[in-house]
């Protein structure tokens, strides 16, 4: 398997990006999936990813955060990084999620689309003081039972939606949904208006929709 980049920086990778989702949880309130989706947005998720060395090792995880935050534009007063040696559960989220990307060599835009922060903190209980790999497995096992999976039921699970509720955020029916992911009816078929309004809801694109 290709890895992202060479191995020598994925020890930093994963101590700064686990610093870095500590911090933006428990020190700037954010949830975990909003910081992953800024960290994408911003474009400092695809120069983390491949490895750039001022990204994953040449600042620390509080620093990451502050770049993130300025690329966003936010104008915000940021807290001074906690000096606290226990590692969070949102720190090992980071730092397995640092871990994957590397090993996977997905972008972290891509692996967003079928894993949130949230599934993965769900694993925090069992697989936080176990090996990367059985983490790596784990995922493995997951993706082989979405394969009958419509691409639209893959992304509303990632963000965390019910059918329901993404039926009330996007406009389009319950029923369309459904039969959306049953394959009743063919997503590549629906009206331009579905397949946008459900694309904003979702953070994709209207082709990641398409089966």
Not at 13 to 33: Q, R
Not at 83 to 89: G, I, K, M, N, Y
Not at 149 to 165: H, N
């Amino acid at each position: 398997m290709m890895h992202a980049y060479d191995k020598n920086y994925v020890d930093d990778a994963m101590s700064n990006l686990g610093e870095a989702f500590d911090y933006a949880v428990n020190e700037c309130n954010l949830k975990p999936d909003e910081f992953l989706d800024m960290f994408i947005t911003v474009g400092v998720a695809g120069q983390f990813g491949e490895g750039t060395p001022k990204y994953v090792s040449g600042m620390s995880g509080t620093e990451l955060v502050w770049e993130v935050f300025n690329r966003a534009g936010l104008k915000r007063r940021l807290p001074e990084a906690g000096c606290d040696l226990e590692r969070s559960p949102e720190y090992w989220c980071g730092w397995i999620l640092a871990y994957y990307q590397w090993y996977t060599g997905k972008s972290f835009k891509q692996i967003k689309q079928y894993l949130s922060m949230e599934e993965i903190s769900k694993m925090y209980g069992t697989l936080h003081e176990a090996s990367e790999d059985n983490f790596v497995d784990a995922i493995d096992r997951k993706l082989q039972g979405m394969d009958n999976q419509t691409k639209l039921q893959i992304l509303r699970k990632a963000v965390g939606y019910s059918q329901k509720e993404l039926a009330l955020r996007s406009g389009v029916t319950l029923r369309m949904i459904q039969q959306y992911e049953q394959r009743a009816k063919d997503i590549n078929k629906a009206s331009t208006v579905n397949l946008v309004a459900l694309s904003k809801v979702l953070g994709c694109k209207v082709e990641d929709l398409l089966e």
